[in-house]
């Protein structure tokens, strides 16, 4: 049973209840997540703070990489909450995250909520960075950031997927603002402003053109990827994605050199997350060598 946290009274809060539980009902979390390559096996070992943990490191496909789910006891984030994770993968070390389910962005009173990820990849290392999709409530008022580093033989594969309220619960994104920032310093930077009242943005076929999900796979390298390699990288998905039934909002590039790059616009969630999962498997075997072997948690 998690038991974190506790409830407090402030002195106003007969005046002012929803301040009072704004101001001390917030979490504040940190995890510090470190693969190492011991021997021929890839260990995962973390350090928490607050409502944060790693499950048990799972080897569904041998020692050489260790799958672990990234889990947020409390269910969601609300205004003032901030999760702080910090992963480093050591050399020769395979890692491989993602979590139960979405990570839920609730409507804010005021401040801001906060997901900050850091990763920091040594010569060698491979990272697998996987969460399914961050869920912007209605009047949320978040931003979902991640910055990777990574020494010239790293190789980073990843996702960022993003869904705006509940359209099939009849609870539209109405009102609120979500950020999203993807860094690889020097390299490679896409930082956005989803304001729900924008209505340019939102419903304009310069903008969302309607879609309530906006999803980026992203396969990045600490040095330049060689011409060919990428070439078959984007051929590869490109053929699975121009057979998906959304073929019409999804685009491969290679913005960089080092960068290979996935968009997708859907409706909803669900059909966003079905190709990205296929796309992943393409790029594991193209670019890897590696069978699709699925975390466990994806199938619940």
């Known amino acids: 049973m998690w038991g974190f946290g506790r409830f ?6 007969e005046n002012n209840p929803r301040r009072s539980y704004a101001e001390h009902m917030t979490w504040k979390a940190t995890l510090n997540l470190d693969y190492l390559r011991e021997a021929d096996r890839s260990v995962a070992r973390y350090l928490h703070n607050g409502p944060l943990r ?6 569904p496909e041998g020692d050489a990489v260790c799958h672990n789910v990234l889990v947020h006891p409390p269910g ?17 070390a395979h890692g491989l995250v993602t979590t139960p389910g979405a990570t839920r962005f609730y409507k804010s009173l005021g ?12 010569d060698g290392a491979r990272l697998e960075w996987l969460p399914l999709e961050a869920l912007a409530y209605s ?24 869904a705006l309220g509940l359209p099939t619960a009849h609870l539209p994104f109405v009102l609120g603002r979500f950020s ?11 930082r956005g402003h989803i304001d729900a009242l924008d209505k340019r943005f939102m419903n304009s076929p ?29 051929d590869a998905v490109r053929s699975v994605m121009d057979a998906h039934p959304l073929r019409e909002t999804t685009g491969a590039t290679a913005p960089n050199p080092r960068v290979l790059v996935v968009r997708v616009l859907s409706p ?32 619940i």
């Open 8 to 13: 407090e009274v402030a002195p106003d809060a």
């Open 54 to 59: 790693i499950l048990q490191s799972l080897y």
């Open 76 to 92: 969601g984030l609300v205004g003032g909450d901030t999760l702080d994770i910090h992963v480093t993968v050591g050399p020769g």
């Open 111 to 122: 401040s801001p909520a906060l997901q900050s990820v850091t990763a920091t990849l040594a």
């Open 139 to 162: 009047g949320c008022l978040a931003e979902n950031r991640a910055v990777f580093n990574l020494a010239p033989g790293a190789e980073l594969m990843g996702w960022d997927v993003t």
């Open 180 to 190: 999203q920032h993807l860094e690889v310093p020097g390299v490679w930077l896409e």
């Open 206 to 234: 310069l903008g969302l053109a309607g879609h309530r999900c906006l999803a980026t796979l992203f396969f990045v390298c600490g040095s330049d990827i060689p011409r060919p390699r990428r070439e078959q990288a984007l």
């Open 268 to 299: 909803v969630v669900e059909p966003a997350m079905d190709l990205l999962k296929n796309l992943w498997a393409v790029w594991r075997a193209e670019l890897w060598g590696l069978s699709a072997e699925r975390p466990r948690t994806w199938g």
